[in-house]
C-alpha cells in the first residue's frame, strides 16, 4: 500500500488536517507543539481540550519559548476558558481546561 506524500508548505489548514483525520476513522488527536502550532489551533477554535503542567521553575529570558503567540482569539483578550481539571503530581500542578466554553 502507498501514501501519496503531503506537501504543507509554510501555513497548515488545520481545519483541513482534522477533516481529513475524521475521514479516516480519527476521532481524537492529542497536539503536542510548540508556540506556533498552539497558537494557530486556539486562534482557529479548534482545541476542545488543553492540558497545562505548571512546574516551579522560573525562566525569565526574553526569547524564551511561550506556549501562544500573538493572534486574534476567540473572545478577544478578555475571555476566560472553563477548568475542567486540577491536580497535583509531585511538584508539578496540571489544569486541563475547555477552551470553547470560554466565558467573557
Not at 475521514?23 to 481540550?49: S, Y
Request: hydrophobic share 45%; glycine share 12%.
Amino acid at each position: 500500500m502507498t501514501t501519496r506524500p503531503y506537501v504543507i508548505g509554510p501555513e497548515l489548514d488545520w481545519g483541513l488536517v482534522l477533516d481529513e483525520l475524521g475521514r479516516r476513522g480519527i476521532g481524537r488527536l492529542m497536539v503536542e507543539g510548540g508556540g506556533t502550532i498552539h497558537t494557530q489551533l486556539m486562534a482557529a477554535n479548534l482545541a476542545d481540550e488543553v492540558h497545562l503542567a505548571i512546574a516551579p521553575l522560573l525562566v525569565g529570558q526574553p526569547e524564551a519559548a511561550r506556549f501562544l503567540g500573538t493572534a486574534d482569539y476567540p473572545g478577544g483578550s478578555t475571555a476566560r476558558m472553563k477548568v475542567l481539571e486540577v491536580r497535583a503530581i509531585d511538584d508539578v500542578v496540571f489544569v486541563r481546561y475547555a477552551p470553547k466554553g470560554r466565558t467573557a
